[in-house]
Structures are given as C-alpha cells and as structure tokens.
C-alpha cells in the first residue's frame, strides 16, 4: 500500500496547544489569516492605456482563530487553558491574559503518518470573545463552546 500524500486533519494527525499545553477536548480550529489593512490600488493617470503601478498597503490586520471546544464536567472551557484556571467570566480572562508575561502563543502541529511534522506559531494571541450559548434538550450529548483568538502574526515552522 502506497502511503498517503493528502493531508488529514483529525485522528491525531492536527494537534493545537495554548501555551504548549495541548488543547485536550478541541473538537475544531478555524483559522482567518491576517488580511490587508486596505484593498489594493491601481494607479492610472488619466493619459494611460494601462495602469501605471498597483500600490499595496503593505500592513494586515490581526488573524482570529476560533476553537471549538467540548465542556467538562467540573468547569467552563476555558478552565482548561493554562493561566485561566481561575477566570469565572470573560473579565476574569482579559485580566488574567494581562498577568500572562511575553505574551501568548499557540501552535498548530500537523503530523504526517511518517512520523514527520511541521508546525504554525501563532504569536501575540489574545482570547477576545467566549460564546457559552448553549441549548439543552433531551437529545444533547455534548456541549461544545467557542472561543476566539485574535493573533497578530503567524510563521511556519519546519
């Protein structure tokens, strides 16, 4: 059997970790990358056939990463991010991230069945928002939650 090229994202083979703690109980990483503070322009004076230049803004804004995340018995999701073991609400967070010295990062590593990896650093994260809607009904069998993650830059790896 020949082995796979395309990559897989569950079964183990994406990991995702805040502060180099594994995210036990992510369901799900949703990924917006940073984009352009400005759309691109095109200059072209009013004697030209064809543009001239396109000029770029050369800046882009944060990127937000969104985790879907299964609730645990013994407390909110984000319980389980290390340094938030003591937040009761989304103030406690934001106060708690301030005390967290050089900043948050986050890593995605995508494993291949070789045994070979590359990983995604993301820097300058901050937990922005917290959506602990929930609805209840017989039928329900977990509860997952999302938080959003503002990031300012991200770099691969290996």
Do not use: H
Not at 119 to 134: A, L, P, R
């Amino acid at each position: 059997m020949v082995a796979s090229r395309v990559r897989v994202g569950g079964s183990g083979f994406t990991v995702f970790s805040w502060r180099n703690n594994t995210i036990g109980w992510l369901q799900s990483v949703s990924d917006t990358a940073p984009r352009t503070v400005a759309p691109a322009k095109v200059i072209q004076p009013l004697d030209s056939t064809t543009p001239v230049e396109i000029v770029t803004a050369k800046a882009v804004g944060a990127g937000t990463l969104v985790l879907e995340v299964v609730e645990l018995w013994n407390g909110p999701v984000w319980q389980e991010l290390l340094g938030l073991d003591k937040a009761k609400n989304i103030l406690d967070i934001f106060a708690a991230q301030l005390q967290i010295l050089n900043g948050i990062t986050c890593t995605k590593v995508i494993k291949t069945p070789d045994g070979n990896w590359r990983t995604k650093t993301y820097s300058g994260c901050m937990i922005t928002d917290v959506d602990e809607s929930e609805t209840v009904q017989i039928s329900t069998m977990e509860f997952p939650k999302k938080i959003t993650i503002q990031y300012t830059t991200a770099t691969w790896d290996k």
